[in-house]
């Protein structure tokens, strides 16, 4: 993943036990290539030691305005001019308040209050027993700092450490991550409602057999990260696969084609982009065996009954929405075999105006994927990368046809 690398942070952590979580979080930081800075406030370093925070950002820990290591006595200044963003985690209800006020009596509020405001975003990610947080001056404060520029990044809820269980838990690291991720990604879908459709589906033969494929879901889930990050508001139809829902996108969990089927005609109704990258079963077993069949000597082997499924994307495709050029559909193609040539063919027999063709064997369940682009000025290869990396190119090129 590219949003965060070479980026370097300011992470500021206040007190509060989740700065346990800061330290996961600058270690995962570093991993994605940025480099971080790590200033802590005194509160902080009663939970956490600035020599853990140290050897995880490779760099010395900054705790107070009066650190003689700068040569000009000036770390608010020096710090704050360097980063790309300064990042508060976890944001105390105490530090928030001192924010808002101004206040700058330690060097994290001075260095907040000294940064470049149209250069330096402040992203802050709030952390508090759910009772503070729920407090009608902190819910004040927080909207005031949202109103004075700063990005406030959502609170988890459950239980907290002090046994209580609500809102108030900052996100953990891996979701403030995708949040940064998110926040450096160029809003080319802005305002977009995407429509996607991933993994397999399974066909029931009786209640305990089916037919399914090898579909693992992650391109389909990749893309519908990235959609997001770029802006849009996502829709993701997925069959059985064993994949987290990404953060901000809205799912609807399916078994069968029929049921994939049915969701996607109900919620691609206000849609603007339909991307159909579902492995889709194409035959069902006509009438699936209420009870488990048995295999028995004196039974012959059961034989099948294959119907075939409805093609979604093809009954998408000729929609009269569709056709007029509001709804832009994107096919996926997975075959095992002359990729080009087959991809060219179903993009024709699907109605669709790209089609994004892969080797289905080389992939499943991989991370990664090489995908060739088919539309009618032609064909482009994106090599083989991240599936990750692959989706925020596809959706670049979506941007690029939704503008014309
Ligand atoms: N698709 C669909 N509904 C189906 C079958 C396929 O929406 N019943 C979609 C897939 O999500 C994909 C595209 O059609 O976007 C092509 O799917 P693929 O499995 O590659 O091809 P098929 O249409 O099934 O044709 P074939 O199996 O013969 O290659």
């Given at each position: 993943?590219?949003?965060?690398?070479n980026?370097?942070?300011?992470?500021?952590?206040?007190?509060?036990?989740?700065?346990?979580?800061?330290?996961?979080?600058?270690?995962?930081?570093i991993?994605?290539g940025?480099s971080?800075?790590?200033v802590?406030s005194?509160?902080?370093?009663?939970?956490?030691t600035?020599?853990?925070?140290?050897?995880?950002?490779?760099?010395?820990?900054?705790?107070?305005?009066?650190?003689?290591?700068?040569s000009?006595?000036?770390?608010?200044?020096?710090?704050?001019?360097?980063?790309d963003?300064?990042?508060?985690?976890p944001?105390?209800?105490?530090?928030?308040?001192?924010?808002?006020?101004?206040?700058?009596?330690?060097?994290?509020?001075?260095?907040?209050?000294?940064?470049?405001?149209?250069?330096?975003?402040?992203?802050?990610?709030?952390?508090?027993?759910?009772?503070?947080?729920?407090?009608?001056?902190?819910?004040?404060?927080?909207?005031q700092?949202?109103?004075?520029?700063a990005h406030?990044?959502?609170?988890?809820a459950?239980?907290?450490?002090?046994?209580?269980?609500?809102?108030g838990?900052?996100?953990?690291?891996?979701?403030?991550?995708?949040?940064?991720?998110a926040?450096?990604?160029?809003?080319?879908?802005?305002?977009?409602?995407?429509?996607?459709?991933?993994?397999?589906?399974?066909?029931?033969?009786?209640?305990?057999?089916?037919?399914?494929n090898?579909?693992s879901?992650?391109?389909?889930?990749?893309?519908?990260?990235?959609?997001?990050?770029?802006?849009?508001?996502?829709?993701?139809?997925s069959?059985?696969?064993a994949?987290?829902t990404?953060?901000?996108?809205?799912?609807?969990?399916?078994?069968?084609?029929?049921q994939?089927?049915?969701?996607?005609?109900?919620h691609?109704?206000?849609?603007?982009?339909?991307?159909?990258?579902?492995?889709?079963a194409?035959?069902r077993?006509?009438?699936a065996?209420?009870?488990?069949?048995?295999?028995?000597?004196?039974?012959?082997?059961?034989?099948?009954?294959?119907?075939e499924?409805?093609?979604?994307?093809?009954?998408?495709?000729?929609?009269?929405?569709?056709?007029?050029?509001?709804?832009?559909?994107?096919?996926?193609?997975a075959?095992?075999?002359?990729?080009?040539?087959?991809?060219v063919?179903?993009?024709?027999?699907?109605?669709v105006?790209?089609?994004v063709?892969?080797?289905?064997?080389?992939?499943?369940?991989?991370?990664?994927?090489?995908?060739?682009?088919?539309?009618?000025?032609?064909?482009?290869?994106?090599?083989?990368a991240?599936?990750?990396?692959?989706?925020?190119?596809?959706v670049r090129?979506?941007?690029?046809r939704?503008?014309?």
């Amino acid at each position: 993943m590219t949003q965060l690398k070479n980026k370097h942070f300011v992470l500021g952590l206040s007190g509060g036990i989740a700065c346990y979580k800061a330290a996961e979080l600058c270690r995962a930081l570093i991993k994605e290539g940025a480099s971080v800075q790590v200033v802590m406030s005194e509160g902080a370093t009663q939970f956490i030691t600035p020599v853990t925070m140290q050897a995880l950002s490779g760099r010395p820990v900054y705790i107070s305005q009066w650190d003689t290591r700068e040569s000009n006595n000036m770390a608010h200044i020096n710090l704050s001019r360097e980063a790309d963003a300064i990042l508060i985690a976890p944001a105390s209800a105490d530090f928030v308040a001192k924010l808002l006020h101004g206040r700058a009596d330690d060097l994290l509020s001075l260095m907040c209050l000294a940064r470049p405001i149209e250069q330096v975003p402040l992203i802050v990610a709030p952390a508090m027993n759910r009772e503070m947080w729920a407090n009608p001056a902190t819910q004040r404060n927080f909207a005031q700092l949202l109103a004075d520029g700063a990005h406030v990044l959502e609170v988890g809820a459950g239980d907290q450490a002090c046994g209580e269980v609500g809102d108030g838990r900052m996100l953990e690291p891996d979701q403030i991550l995708e949040a940064l991720r998110a926040y450096f990604t160029e809003k080319v879908l802005d305002g977009k409602r995407v429509l996607i459709t991933a993994g397999p589906t399974y066909e029931a033969i009786d209640p305990v057999r089916g037919i399914t494929n090898l579909s693992s879901g992650k391109m389909g889930f990749a893309l519908a990260r990235a959609c997001r990050r770029a802006g849009a508001l996502v829709t993701l139809i997925s069959g059985p696969v064993a994949l987290a829902t990404p953060d901000g996108v809205s799912r609807v969990s399916v078994i069968s084609a029929q049921q994939m089927y049915e969701q996607t005609l109900a919620h691609v109704l206000d849609s603007d982009v339909f991307i159909a990258t579902a492995a889709v079963a194409d035959w069902r077993v006509h009438s699936a065996g209420e009870q488990k069949i048995k295999k028995s000597i004196d039974q012959p082997v059961p034989q099948l009954n294959l119907v075939e499924n409805q093609d979604i994307l093809k009954t998408v495709a000729k929609s009269p929405r569709a056709l007029s050029g509001e709804l832009y559909c994107v096919g996926f193609a997975a075959e095992s075999e002359n990729l080009e040539q087959l991809a060219v063919a179903k993009r024709a027999s699907k109605g669709v105006p790209l089609l994004v063709a892969n080797v289905g064997p080389q992939t499943f369940g991989l991370d990664e994927n090489a995908l060739l682009l088919v539309d009618e000025a032609g064909t482009r290869q994106l090599a083989w990368a991240s599936k990750d990396d692959l989706s925020a190119e596809l959706v670049r090129e979506l941007a690029a046809r939704l503008a014309k």
